[in-house]
């Protein structure tokens, strides 16, 4: 820590919890981003509570919210899926016995026997 100010800021700091999205944190989630971006961060959909409830609620986002005893959302993180595979220990052109590739002269992941 910098100084003795910095100090005495971390030391009164409210306690808080980590846990998933509930609908409750949408608009705090939304306030978060304003106070950090401004209006400036490039995917829209974190300035819409409807839009971050129904993105978690489809299971396209796993938002995770560190909050205050009195539920504020003061930090948050989410989780998403960038591309769905078919199956994510096969590859169409490369199926293994079973379906499962060959790797390293081994059936399906190593340490994971087939």
């Excluded at 819409?48 to 003061?74: F, L, M």
């Excluded at 081994?106 to 994971?112: D, L, N, T, Y």
Aim: net charge negative.
């Amino acid at each position: 820590m910098k100084n003795d100010e910095d100090k005495a800021m971390y030391q009164e700091r409210e306690p808080f919890t980590v846990g998933s999205f509930r609908p409750d944190d949408a608009d705090g989630i939304v306030d978060l981003f304003r106070a950090v971006y401004g209006e400036g961060y490039p995917i829209r959909l974190f300035y819409d509570p409807a839009a971050i409830t129904a993105a978690n609620t489809e299971g396209r986002y796993y938002s995770i919210c560190a909050r205050t005893a009195s539920g504020e959302v003061i930090g948050v993180t989410h989780l998403y899926i960038s591309r769905r595979p078919a199956n994510p220990f096969t590859r169409p052109a490369w199926p293994g016995p079973e379906g499962i590739p060959q790797l390293g002269g081994q059936q399906g992941p190593p340490g994971f026997p087939v």
